[in-house]
């Protein structure tokens, strides 16, 4: 039976690659990426073996413990990273309950990072090998830590798709639990700069950790070494003590996920209220326009953009060094992400889009609406971006030349977008699911657009760009002005042109687009 | 059962597609890279008609269908409704059609009457029709309740309910409903014939896929058997069955029925 669910996780793998070479491509730039990762993860671990045993103690234990919290932390962040391996799907299969741990367990380490995560434990035999006796724990301790990863991760993944029954929390929990993970960068600096401020400090750190189910196990090796076995007889305990309890909880929380299949409590409620569509004209462009903006709002996929925004703008406050660096463009990034974020809008519809196919609307009525939902509320968003920074730092003599670009961005990036998204469809999230979640095998052609995008909205912008430079260069206002100038009157006409292309594009090739939205499901 | 309309199909030549028909489609054929989906399929649904289409899965139902409504873009043969070529004159055609395509989501971040709303919006109606309009038919389908509801809460059958009031939203002449009847319950399922069949006596044409053969049988008045891409045959219900229950015949024409033999273990007794 393990060996069954070993197979079928395989299988499913193996055909997932099968679908198209665009994905086959993007698994083996995946791959390709890991295995990097793991040259430069087991090269580090043998080198660190030659290093004082207090520092290999010191970094064993800070990583191992981080590596354990990302297995427990990244199936919240990315709900359902693998589920593959569902529980819900074997509720009617009478599996034993023992194998079906086992065969979990298995099935979590197939996979890039399951492999990433035993190989590197297994180096840490090659770190201690000075150390004979060390090396030995360490092969213990590393197996067992790769199991409680593993365990804790599906512990977790279970627990919480007991609460996914709920699509309210799975919309909110898509784009919450995310939050943490973009704030790593500043976290990780802090506790850099915590690093290079008291030089006892990753020490006292790992003293800490150590006694925790997190870093217990990574620490018993270091204990034997440094001729403490008792100490790490205790290390080990804790560590075989938590897996004990996890593994306890996982099964119950198992065996009550296999008896209690999911439902999604729905209240009734009448209509009458229209929301947008009551506000917008009653045009089809109107109406797109009223349901784009609605999906804003209602779809979290889209939500995560405008939620992301604003934390963009604290981000670089904290890290671009207060109100007069990097803050001060928060207005023209913001516009050119905003401006972005429509460039897979058909995409995104998947196959709903075949009420506009059906109901024949044509490529300048859906690609205005589109347009039209982001700019009204883009445009007063990157005005107000602009504008505060500004006046924070007490630069208002900048309000041309960052209007300039900043609407120049808008303007130009809306209108390429409207563009891309009725010419080039990839694989997003499907609708329902976070919008962070990499969908399966996340393939090349969607960084190729992606890049290639950026690329040409940066070439389309380039005279509001050029005349941006040489305004900081030369202080001259006259520079300013003319970026505003050129902003608005060049944005203005890629967006027309943008819009006019896709819309073209669209009325010619709208089935195609169907079908190959159709595809990603 | 009789049809308001009996004009046999083979009135027109057969490389000729019908003026006159609600839909006329031609050697439509349609291949997915090695498989041929549909493999040159004739079909004449006269106007005022209620057209069964029934056929064992994957026997290419839905690919017709699609490639009749505009939606998925045909190798080969032509789709005429009303005399209106569906592909050469794409927007004055779907002017003319309401779609219920299987398997395809909805706006579902929408409630349901937003999207019956938005499905009538985008044909370019006009606020207050839609809006009178909405209000009968989810009223009609037993929706008012739900109105406010997201559609992605909604269970199967109510979705299958929505879709087609989104279908239904401009008063077309043909409608092309694939498997309309699936999850829906016998009470829906029954206030469904009944507005359909209304609908074809004040002279609209709907055609309908299905797999419930009997189910056709009373509703329908024309039928066509497909399989393997191909039509195995075609008339009213009459013609098609002769004798036998149009299950039987159909059972006859498609094959593959397996005798009781096997399975032996499978007694309880």
Redesign the interface.
């Known amino acids: 039976m393990v060996a069954h669910l070993l197979r079928l996780k395989l299988t499913l793998l193996r055909n997932s690659l099968k679908r198209s070479t665009a994905q086959l491509v993007g698994v083996i730039l995946g791959g390709l990426y890991g295995l990097g990762m793991l040259a430069f993860l087991v090269s580090g671990l043998v080198f660190l073996g030659s290093a004082d045993p207090e520092l290999i103690r010191t970094i064993l234990v800070i990583g191992g413990s981080a590596t354990v919290l990302g297995w427990i932390v990244i199936p919240i962040a990315v709900s359902g990273v693998d589920m593959t391996l569902d529980p819900a799907r074997f509720v009617t299969y009478t599996i034993p309950m023992r194998q079906l741990l086992a065969g979990l367990v298995l099935g979590g380490l197939v996979g890039i990072p399951g492999l990433v995560t035993l190989i590197a434990a297994l180096t840490l035999v090659i770190t201690w090998i000075r150390y004979p006796a060390a090396a030995l724990t360490a092969l213990v301790c590393g197996l067992l830590a790769v199991v409680l990863c593993v365990v804790a991760s599906r512990l977790v993944t279970t627990a919480v798709s007991a609460l996914t029954g709920s ?1 309210r929390f799975k919309d909110v929990n898509g784009i919450v639990a995310f939050l943490p993970l973009f704030f790593l960068g500043p976290i990780i600096g802090g506790l850099a700069a915590g690093f290079q401020g008291s030089p006892g400090f990753a020490g006292k750190l790992a003293d800490v950790l150590a006694w925790t189910p997190l870093g217990a196990l990574w620490a018993a090796p270091a204990d034997v070494a440094a001729g403490n076995p008792l100490l790490a007889v205790v290390r080990v305990l804790i560590g075989v003590a938590t897996l004990a309890v996890f593994v306890l909880l996982w099964s119950r929380s198992l065996s009550h996920a296999l008896v209690t299949p999911p439902y ?1 409590a ?10 947008w ?1 009551s506000r917008f004209p ?3 462009s ?3 326009a ?2 784009a903006l ?2 804003w709002v ?2 979290p996929r889209y939500a995560a953009s405008l939620v992301l925004i604003p934390l963009l703008a604290v981000l670089l406050f904290l890290s671009g060094g207060g109100a007069g660096g990097a803050f001060a463009f928060v207005g023209p990034i913001a516009a050119f992400l905003l401006a972005w974020a429509i460039s897979a809008d058909v995409s995104y ?4 889009f ?9 490529g300048r009525d859906d690609r205005w609406g589109r347009a039209a939902a982001l700019l009204v509320f883009a445009l007063p968003a990157t005005l107000v971006l602009t504008v505060l920074p500004l006046l924070i730092a007490a630069r208002m003599e900048d309000l041309p030349v960052m209007l300039g670009l900043a609407l120049g961005f808008l303007f130009t990036g809306t209108g390429l977008s409207s563009f891309i998204s009725a010419r080039y469809t990839y694989n997003v999230p499907l ?2 699911e976070s919008a962070f979640k990499a969908p399966p095998g996340t393939n090349f052609l969607m960084f190729v657009v992606q890049f290639g995008g950026w690329l040409v909205m940066l070439l389309l912008a380039l005279p509001e760009i050029v005349l941006t430079i040489v305004y900081f260069v030369s202080g001259d206002q006259l520079y300013g002005w003319l970026t505003l100038l050129v902003g608005v009157l060049l944005g203005g006409v890629v967006l027309l042109l943008g819009i006019r292309a896709g819309g073209r594009w669209y009325d010619r090739r709208a ?2 687009l ?2 190959a939205v ?1 595809r990603n499901r | 059962m009789s049809s308001p309309v009996p004009s046999p199909p083979e009135q027109d030549s057969p490389q000729q597609p019908s003026r006159t028909a609600a839909l006329s489609i031609r050697g439509l054929a349609k291949r997915f890279g090695d498989k041929i989906a549909v493999n040159g399929v004739d079909l004449e649904v006269p106007a005022g008609s209620f057209f069964g289409l029934v056929g064992p899965n994957g026997a290419g139902k839905t690919t017709t269908l699609s490639m009749a ?5 045909p190798d080969h043969g032509r789709a005429l409704v009303h005399g209106v070529d569906v592909w050469e004159k ?2 004055e055609a ?2 003319l ?1 309401g ?1 219920l ?1 299987d ?12 999207l019956v ?3 009538g ?4 109606m ?2 207050e029709t ?1 809006a009178e309009r909405t209000g009968d038919l ?1 009223r009609a389908l037993d929706l ?7 559609v ?3 269970s199967a059958g109510m979705t299958k309910k929505i879709a087609l009031a ?2 239904l939203i401009h008063a077309p002449k043909l409608l092309v409903l694939d498997e309309p009847f699936e999850s829906v319950d016998p009470v829906s399922a029954a206030n469904i014939r009944d507005i359909l069949s209304s609908y074809v006596h004040s002279g609209g044409s709907v055609i309908v896929s299905s797999h419930v053969m009997d189910l056709v049988q009373r509703m329908c008045d024309h039928v066509a058997v497909i399989a393997a891409g191909t039509v195995l045959a075609a008339g009213t219900i009459d013609e098609v069955r002769g004798e036998a229950t149009l299950e039987d015949r159909f059972v006859d024409l498609v094959g593959g029925r397996n005798t009781a033999e096997g399975l032996s273990w499978l007694r309880t007794s």
């Open positions: 699509r999604n729905m209240t009734k409620k009448a209509g009458g209220n229209l929301g569509f009653a045009t089809p109107g109406a797109v009223a349901r609605t999906y209602r779809d519809d998947n196959t709903a075949s009420l506009h196919l059906s109901t024949g609307v044509s609708p329902g089935p195609e169907l079908l159709s | 409504t505009g939606l998925l873009r794409p927007l779907k002017r059609m779609v395509p398997g395809v989501r909805l706006f579902d971040r929408l409630t349901g009457e937003q709303t938005y499905a919006l985008l044909r370019g006009d606020r839609v989810l008012t309740n739900d109105a406010g509801t997201l992605v809460d909604y989104s279908a």
